[in-house]
């Protein structure tokens, strides 16, 4: 079914086909109106009105057509899946296969160019697609499936890790010592914020600790900081770059999902195992997290999924997405699990900071010890998680408690729901006096 238009494969003549060009026709009438505009930066209020409606015309056609056709598209892509595409290469085959269900490739090169508050806004469109794909149990399981397994890079870097044992990747090193992994995020000058790269990295981190047989249980914690106010100090993450935010640089596709259905979802459900193997579908291991100074936004977000959690006793937790106006990836689908809907309302609803020595920070730290210590409780902590018998009680205890049908349904509408945010006003204006500062 090689070229670029549904025309001209087999499928020709289908309802799919008939659907698609009705698609295709009312992406063209968005692209003309739009060409008549000046970009969105100078529009005046009545431009953007104009923009704004036409844009939500062809967005309208557009989930309707996948919102039915979920299973024929993704079937078409990856060729009745004997391929497991990843977001970014499923959003990109949607491109070139069926014309005008996504904004152009030069469209969405133009959008990275420019920053967030000028955007178009095409990853809307992007969302709409990815949350009718995952909507459907079909298509959208065999797409988690695909994030799971291990990346090129990964795989490429495998020999060498196992061999020497050490990973530098300049935003995370990973080094094994007598089978443990020790992650550490050295992002020193932006007190581990996360951005696309370190998303990157952290996947092909992760990936090569769960890939690698001789380690058996992995740490992650933050490196010492040169950032003026924590120079000489460990800090475990200031969550999103707010500075690549503004950049126009924290991608739906390959950040805010590429994160969670990512590397995040590999920490809870492991890498996807050989297909040779009849008794285990993913490769698990435990999970040790180790909190210096703070964990803010996505940093939180993390501690949500690991198997123990040991911070310093003048750290403290926030998750401030509400206050800066998106959604803190899966946190509200976990936090009120882990800690009660009363605590995950304060903490996301609220922004309630919390200190690691109230008592309320026992549901999600396992462990508070002075700084000084928090060696001794890390190495403590991943000594008592090497037992045989670890491994398969995490898996049954996270298929009881995060079941992936419920996830998956999550991540459909977070998909959208966060593109959406992106793109609101309240959230341009803040990244664009963000900038001014």
Not at 269 to 288: N, Y
Not at 312 to 322: E, H, I, K, V
Request: charged share 25%; glycine share 8%; with cysteine.
């Amino acid at each position: 079914m090689a070229g670029t238009n549904l025309r001209q494969s087999p499928l020709a003549g289908t309802n799919l086909a008939r659907e698609h060009a009705s698609v295709a026709e009312a992406a063209a009438r968005a692209d003309r109106l739009l060409e008549t505009l000046p970009a969105r930066s100078v529009r005046n209020a009545r431009q953007q009105v104009t923009a704004t409606a036409g844009l939500d015309a062809v967005r309208a056609v557009r989930a309707e057509f996948i919102g039915r056709q979920a299973d024929a598209v993704y079937d078409l892509l990856t060729e009745g899946h004997a391929h497991s595409l990843r977001l970014a290469e499923l959003v990109d085959a949607a491109q070139r296969r069926l014309p005008g269900l996504l904004p152009t490739a030069a469209q969405m090169a133009a959008e990275r160019a420019r920053p967030q508050a000028s955007k178009e806004g095409h990853e809307i469109d992007q969302g709409i697609f990815l949350r009718g794909i995952l909507r459907s149990p079909r298509a959208g399981a065999h797409l988690l499936d695909a994030m799971l397994r291990p990346t090129v890079r990964a795989r490429r870097l495998l020999g060498e890790f196992r061999r020497t044992g050490v990973l530098d990747t300049g935003s995370v090193r990973v080094e094994r010592r007598a089978g443990v992994a020790h992650l550490t995020m050295v992002r020193d000058d932006c007190l581990n914020a996360e951005d696309c790269r370190q998303v990157e990295d952290m996947e092909t981190a992760v990936d090569l600790v769960l890939l690698d047989p001789s380690i058996e249980v992995a740490v992650l914690r933050g490196g010492v900081m040169s950032h003026p106010r924590y120079a000489g100090k460990r800090v475990f993450s200031a969550g999103v770059n707010l500075k690549s935010l503004h950049a126009g640089q924290i991608s739906l596709v390959d950040f805010l999902l590429r994160r969670e259905l990512g590397y995040i979802s590999k920490l809870v459900r492991g890498l996807r195992a050989d297909e040779k193997s009849w008794s285990m579908r993913t490769v698990q291991k435990p999970w040790v997290a180790a909190v210096d100074g703070f964990a803010i936004g996505g940093g939180m977000q993390l501690l949500l999924v690991f198997d123990h959690v040991v911070a310093a006793s003048d750290a403290y937790l926030s998750l401030p997405a509400a206050q800066e106006g998106i959604v803190p990836g899966a946190a509200n689908f976990r936090l009120s699990r882990i800690a009660g809907a009363r605590l995950a309302s304060q903490v996301i609803l609220g922004g309630r900071k919390i200190e690691a020595t109230e008592p309320d920070a026992r549901l999600l730290i396992d462990e508070v010890v002075p700084p000084a210590e928090v060696d001794a409780a890390v190495e403590r902590a991943a000594a008592a998680l090497r037992g045989p018998a670890v491994v398969p009680n995490r898996r049954m205890l996270h298929l009881a408690e995060e079941p992936v049908e419920q996830f998956r349904l999550y991540m459909a509408e977070f998909a959208l729901e966060q593109a959406l945010r992106l793109y609101a006003d309240d959230v341009l204006d803040k990244v664009w006096r963000f900038g001014g500062r």
